[in-house]
């Protein structure tokens, strides 16, 4: 079954698929929006450069940034959804250039973390970058960090979509299962990134940054680089590393759970 579902007129029908969605919960706008207010301000910075000076190099200086930031909003929005509403089990996307879709919490295969967050006096906030979610085809969802409260919306998918996968994964790994997180894979035998499993004892220590995982070998000069958004499950990577007795280092800036 696909994640993705048009909200336009189907053969299922709507109502039914609005009923699977249940209890809406919250809605998270994008912040480009905003951004057009600079825009707009730097158009009548021009109009009064034309009207109080005589510098032409000036006021094409501000006419060409004026269109290029023009151009790099419209982009963003283009490529933002309008608004992600978040409802009991499973988003509603309002896309800009193409029909809302839905996206059911239980039809979620994969959820990459490809964003960083910061902690302030004000509290938890996303400063870039996307989460991606993938269903069983291979189709997958971007939700940008420049969404309004995008960390409540990624907290509540991690506890849905991740937290049960968390679980799965270390009853899966105790029992001497095999699991994969895309060139990542580990069990209690061994460790193997880009290749065939190795002893935990051939492993030095791992690196955790907000960009990706570090991993020294020993007989190795230069070590194995994972990039974060390009790990399934990242934080459940992380659980069973610490469960397996590795060495980890976290980098500074990276930050544990969306939570």
């Not at 409260?149 to 009853?171: G, M, N, T, Y």
Request: with cysteine; charged share 20%; glycine share 8%.
């Amino acid at each position: 079954m696909h994640a993705y579902r048009s909200s336009g007129h189907q053969p299922q029908g709507d109502d039914q698929l609005n009923e699977r969605l249940g209890l809406r919960l919250s809605e998270h706008r994008s912040k480009y929006g905003v951004l057009w207010f600079g825009v707009a301000a730097i158009g009548v910075f021009a109009v009064f450069a034309v009207a109080f000076t005589s510098s032409t190099v000036m006021l094409v200086l501000l006419l060409i940034a004026a269109v290029a930031c023009a151009g790099w909003v419209g982009v963003l929005m283009v490529l933002t959804p309008k608004r992600v509403a978040l409802y009991e089990h499973g988003l509603l996307i309002d896309r800009r250039t193409r029909r809302p879709m839905r996206l059911f919490f239980e039809d979620c295969r994969s959820v990459f973390y490809d964003y960083e967050v910061s902690s302030t006096v004000i509290g938890t906030r996303v400063t870039s970058g996307d989460l991606r979610l993938e269903d069983a085809a291979g189709a997958v969802l971007t939700l940008s960090a420049n969404l309004k409260d995008a960390v409540s919306l990624f907290r509540h998918i991690d506890r849905v979509c991740v937290k049960p996968v968390a679980r799965e994964a270390h009853e899966a790994y105790h029992a001497g299962e095999v699991l994969r997180f895309g060139a990542v894979a580990l069990s209690t035998a061994g460790l193997g990134v880009k290749g065939e499993l190795e002893d935990w004892s051939n492993l030095r220590k791992v690196q955790v940054s907000p960009k990706g995982f570090w991993f020294h070998l020993r007989g190795r000069v230069m070590s194995e680089f994972v990039a974060f958004g390009k790990v399934p499950y990242a934080f459940v990577l992380v659980e069973l590393l610490e469960a397996a007795g590795c060495e980890l280092e976290f980098i500074e800036g990276f930050a544990r759970r969306p939570s």
